[in-house]
């Protein structure tokens, strides 16, 4: 029975320390070192080999096409005093903001009204909201530059209608803010409607009964039953919105161009690092911007690290 | 009892239409646009309701981009990337849930962890990267470097843990299986579900990316569709409204189709996906 790998369950693995045994076992089970192979193979290519990288294109001032030249942490003084570039991660927060709050504040909502006793076309329902989160972010980014146009845009013309006067959402950068974020809000409220409605229907129903037995209102049970049971899954949300809202670029680039709109209020992170990579060529300093991108990031699932521990004590 | 509760009925339902009606009316104002003129898009009050110069918008469209071409890149660039994502996130979703081995614990740390590094993070080095070994231009730097996949192999991991029975797999390998056959044979007709949503997902996902294939293909006649739609958006959306809306709905309609056929299961596995713990 020779390469034959120990099935899980099946035999007892013997714990021990000896080297030479443990080498045994590697040689034992080198066909499945193979099979689980390629992913550790391409990340080490294109995941881990391109990080490195871009340490070394930090410390460099490079345009792609003329010898790169070495410039120490200049990049990362100029960096922090790049006001585009804390004018972009201000924009970042405010469209973060601006499309987190409502998006899983509508989609509690949405889950809750789904999930509610007596409804009947649950699935309907379900598809109905899911349907915005397939759509790309391009097309969804050119249907909106429609909606939210400031001569023939359907917004304004409702605006209109109503005696107010129109607003030159493309134009002013708050208003372009709010529209970027109406863009997430109407791609990803559904997604996370669905995840809270799953994360509802794991809430056992006799808790309920229990509630209710006791006298328990509905809002009463739903502070003190509902959301603490659901917030592992709430958690969950805010910290995927927030890793996808600190990357936001399709959003702004489709609908207003490489330069953030007029005023810049579209620029974000993602979106200033594309442009001085791809538009400016200033490579090295892309790559400073990405670690500055990274360090936020870190930041962030560092501060939901430590909320999610002080919740689980 | 039974009026109060009807009258909730109402509410709820009338609530949730609300919401429905705002999902779905970028969809009904792309089909308007996409059938009407541009000049009827000008039009104040605004025209609601769709018209019948889909086919002529259809024509400017192919006149003025090889939309076709796009399409059949995109197609291409999307299968191979789910064929090369399913065989081997669930070969090695499968090892790591039924196989012991030194390790084994390290190696799948390593594999989550990854998850959490922000894919921007490498966009300029990747770029540089790929000129470097000359992928520039090619749909292998689409195809080859998505194949590292560690959501897909956690999902088929995650699945395999609770659909395949140890015995099974010990039996086969009284029957003399092999590692690979025990996989292959054995592992892989029993996964089929997990395999399916993995497919949806990434088809989905390889259709709908835009940065990276903007930032390495830069010739018209490789660009994917996103790409061909968002140059045919910057180009002319404000001379030929229609056509640009018409190229948005003909690229939306393939996903909308595979969404609607398997959404039932689809949806119940996103949601699985997320709240697993």
Known sequence: ?313 | MERKFSIWKVIIHFLLMIGGIISLFPFYWLIVTATRTTTDFMRFPPILVPGKQLFNNMQNLFKTIDFWGSFMNTIFVATATTLCVIFFCSMAGFFFAKFEFPGKKILFSVLMATMMIPSQLSLVPSFIIMQKIGWVQSFKALIIPSIANAFGIFWVKQYTEGAIHDDLLHSGRIDGCGNFRLYWNIGLPILKPAIAFLAIFTFMGAWNNYLWPMVVISDPKKYVIQVALAQLNGVHKDTDYAMVMTGTLLATIPLIAIFLTFSKQFISDIAAGAIKD
């Not at chain 1, 922090?80 to 924009?91: E, G, H, V, Y």
């Not at chain 1, 579209?266 to 500055?292: E, N, P």
């Open chain 1, 1 to 313: 029975m020779y390469k034959q790998a120990v099935v899980k369950g099946c035999t007892n693995r013997k714990k021990t320390r000896n080297v030479s045994n443990t080498w045994l076992e590697i040689k034992k089970n080198k066909s499945i070192y193979l099979y689980i192979s390629p992913f550790y193979i391409l990340f080490l290519i294109f995941g881990l080999f391109p990080i490195l990288y871009s340490i070394v294109l930090s410390f460099q001032k490079w345009d792609g096409i003329s010898e790169p030249q070495f410039v120490g942490l200049s990049q990362f003084q100029m960096m922090l005093k790049d006001i585009d570039f804390w004018k972009s991660i201000l924009n970042t927060f405010i469209i973060w903001f601006e499309s987190t709050v409502p998006m899983l504040v509508f989609a509690l909502i949405i889950a809750f009204l789904i999930n509610s006793k007596f409804i009947k076309g649950r699935e309907v329902y379900r598809v109905l909201y899911f349907l915005p989160n397939v759509t790309s972010v391009v097309a969804v980014a050119i249907v909106f530059a429609t909606l939210f146009g400031n001569k023939y845009g359907l917004l304004n013309y409702f605006l209109t209608k109503l005696g107010l006067s129109p607003i030159e959402w493309l134009k002013v950068p708050k208003w372009l803010q709010v529209a970027i974020s109406s863009m997430v809000v109407w791609r990803w409220t559904g997604y996370n409607a669905i995840i809270y409605l799953a994360g509802l229907q794991k809430i056992p129903t006799n808790l309920y009964e229990a509630a209710k037995i006791d006298g328990a209102t509905g809002v009463q049970t739903f502070f003190k039953i509902t959301i603490p049971l659901l917030n592992p899954v709430i958690i969950f949300t805010v910290i995927t919105s927030t890793i996808g809202g600190l990357q936001l670029f399709t959003e702004p680039q489709v609908l207003i161009g490489d330069g953030g709109g007029p005023g810049g209020g579209g620029m974000t992170i993602v979106l200033y690092l594309y442009r001085q990579a791809f538009v400016k060529h200033s490579f090295g300093y892309a790559a400073t911007i990405s670690w500055g991108l990274f360090f936020i990031i870190a930041v962030f699932s560092i501060i939901n690290w430590l909320v999610v521990r002080r919740q689980a004590d």
